[in-house]
């Protein structure tokens, strides 16, 4: 695999990290705020339940790319998540590439791009 190819396996995780990271982008959020500001943002396109949203905030928290504390603001305790400096350095990152492999992949499925000899 070339430095601007991606593992396919992975892309479907990538993807729910980046939908994430984005919901964070503006303002911090509680997990059930990212789930419907990323449905909303998609126009429902894309949806985060609960068995895999909360894996993934605590796998990007455990990477440094969000924050999350405990805010009991509303009267009910609940964590509230915010895009550290790592994190947008990692999102810019990612959009970036993802960019070039959307761009592959409509090259191939549109019949375009480099045909082997």
């Known amino acids: 695999m070339s430095d601007g190819s991606m593992d396919l396996q992975a892309l479907s995780r990538q993807i729910h990290e980046m939908l994430v990271l984005g919901a964070l982008r503006s303002e911090e959020k ?3 705020q990212v789930a419907l500001d990323v449905a909303d943002r998609s126009a429902g396109m894309f949806e985060l339940q609960h068995g895999t949203l909360y894996p993934i905030l605590h796998r990007l928290e455990d990477r440094g790319w969000i924050k999350g504390r405990w805010d ?3 009267g009910r305790r609940k964590k509230v998540y915010r895009l550290t400096a790592d994190g947008r350095r990692h999102l810019t990152g ?3 590439r993802f960019e070039a ?4 992949l409509l090259e191939v499925v549109r019949g375009r791009g480099h045909a082997a000899p």
């Open 30 to 32: 509680h997990g059930y």
């Open 72 to 74: 009991s603001g509303e």
């Open 94 to 96: 990612e959009i970036d």
């Open 101 to 104: 492999v959307a761009r592959g």
